[in-house]
């Protein structure tokens, strides 16, 4: 490993208020293939996720059932089923999990809102909004649904409470600047665009960053009654999560600045203006990208848990295998913009790319092997890349997921054509071209090699599985064919 060689990429802490669907996973598989592959490259590497444990929706989500929030939070995060069980099943390789219930979080949380104070980035002020009495909740008015509230439909009144504000309007300049100095900080440039045009050409606003109206949040410990924001509580995470205004930690030096926040478009907001902002009154170095990725769609609609079975990764990667699902999502859609999706879609990918492809490729040139007692050294290879893997590489430093694995499937499809291009069941008849029969078959081993040491970041199961055939003698079916009834 190369001293200085660090990588930090996080995936947005997740909220615990519901199940995790084929969306909420779709981040963290981007996240884990880049972490993956980053280390492959001599990289040490900090995955941070975790949970956004805080908040109103928690709060009544857990009275609802019932129970604590912590007992609450605890079944949807550790227990049975639940987040972390989920991404063990997708095989994410985080290499921290940070709730931030956590002690370590609640006292780091505590000490950088008196930071804030103290530096007079944030000032006690009065929230004005629209108030649900049965629901204890404020709403803006851009959240009524036909002048109600929200949550139960009743009608809401004009409420104030004393809250804390952070300055954010202060900042809009030099939100504007970073955006210009550093072109790489907000991705894709349609994000940069929209928040520029939304929301810091028409002038940021002070931000509410306490409440008093309801109790599940951090406290203010310098004035009791009020509680975090949970967004405050929320972005520091990136940093707490390495130590800062912690001793549970001391990866700060090492990985801070961050090298890539993902997040969700909708989320985008928070992170390249408020964090930015906030970090900025600190004086703390600001992360180097934000990458804003899309949705991914059903029908047009974002989903949620309602829409059952079909988004429940669970039941997907049951269905049709970790690998599979992890690859069809980074390879069907691509990272910066929504994806609409479906099984059809799902079902044609696994069978043309993994199966038809990849898979027959592998079962093909194996049993070609076994059958003409050949191995991949015995003859030269040609090299059938052609600049294929400095395209993938080039691809996987822009987040360009879908265009880095086009790259390899288009080698495998080379190695394919290779195969009924020099037809080696007729070379294998002619003691003459023996030669020319282990050059086919060390191309097409060697090929398979490097292709998926390439794959491995993606699908980490079946890269070992290949490799398992082609350096153990080990043989079976990779990718079977998916016949749906
Ligand atoms: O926003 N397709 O948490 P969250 C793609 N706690 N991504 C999706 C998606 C979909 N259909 N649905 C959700 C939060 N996501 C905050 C984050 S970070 C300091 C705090 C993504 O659980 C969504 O875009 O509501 C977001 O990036 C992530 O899941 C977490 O959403």
Redesign the pocket.
């Known amino acids: 490993m190369t001293d200085n060689k660090t990588f930090y990429i996080t995936t ?4 615990p208020s519901a199940k995790l669907h084929i ?2 996973t ?2 963290s598989v981007a996240a884990d293939v880049m972490a993956r592959y980053k280390r492959s490259r001599g990289y040490d590497v900090m995955f941070l996720t975790g949970t ?1 444990e805080h908040g109103l929706k928690i709060e009544k989500a857990a009275k609802d059932a019932g129970k604590t929030p912590i007992e609450f939070l605890d079944e949807i995060v550790i227990g049975k089923g639940g987040i972390t069980d989920l991404w063990k099943l997708m095989n994410i390789s985080y290499d921290r999990f940070i709730r931030t219930t956590d002690d370590y979080h609640v006292a780091a949380i505590q000490k950088i809102f008196k930071a804030l104070y103290d530096k007079g980035a944030i000032y006690k002020g009065t929230y004005e909004g629209k108030y649900c009495v049965p629901c204890e909740s404020f709403w803006t008015e851009a959240q009524l649904v036909d002048g109600k509230c929200p949550d139960c439909g009743r009608e809401v009144r004009d409420e104030k409470e004393e809250a804390y504000f952070f300055r954010q309007s202060e900042y809009g300049e030099r939100i504007l600047k970073l955006y210009e100095e550093h072109p790489e900080f907000l991705q894709p440039e349609s994000r940069k665009k929209e928040m520029i045009s939304s929301f810091i050409k028409p002038g940021l606003e002070d931000i509410c960053v306490s409440r008093t109206s309801f109790k599940w949040g951090i406290p203010v410990d310098f004035d009791p009654g009020h509680v975090v924001y949970v967004w405050v509580d ?2 520091f ?1 990136y940093m707490t999560a390495l130590g800062y205004q912690n001793e549970k930690y001391d990866d700060l030096a090492k990985f801070w600045p961050c090298d890539v926040h993902f ?5 985008v907001r928070f992170h390249s203006i408020l964090w930015p902002a906030m970090l900025m009154a600190l004086d703390l170095p600001l992360p180097k990208r934000v990458y804003g990725h899309g ?3 059903l029908d047009g609609a ?2 949620s848990k309602s829409t059952g079975n079909i988004v429940d990764p669970y039941v997907l990667a049951d269905t049709y295998g970790v690998d599979a699902l992890r690859y069809f999502l980074l390879s069907e859609f691509p990272f910066g913009i929504d994806g609409n999706f479906t099984n059809d879609l799902l079902v044609t990918r696994i069978n043309s790319d993994l199966a038809n492809n990849l898979g027959n490729l592998v079962s093909r040139s194996l049993a070609m092997a076994d059958k003409y007692g050949l191995k991949e050294n015995d003859g030269n290879a040609t090299n059938l890349f052609g600049g294929k893997r400095e395209s993938f590489h080039a691809n996987m430093e822009q987040f360009a997921f879908q265009a880095a694995l086009a790259d390899v499937f288009d080698v495998l499809s080379r190695a394919n054509k290779h195969i009924d291009e020099t037809t080696p069941w007729l070379l294998a008849k002619d003691e003459a071209k023996r030669a020319e029969l282990a050059d086919v078959i060390s191309t097409l081993l060697v090929t398979i090699r490097g292709c998926t040491e390439l794959l491995a970041p993606f699908m980490p199961d079946s890269a070992g599985k290949i490799l398992e055939q082609l350096d153990e003698g080990k043989r079976g079916v990779l990718f079977p064919r998916i016949i749906e009834k």
């Open positions: 947005p802490i997740y909220y969306g909420h779709y981040c956004d929320a972005l995470n997040v969700g478009k909708e989320i949705w991914l769609v974002k989903m």
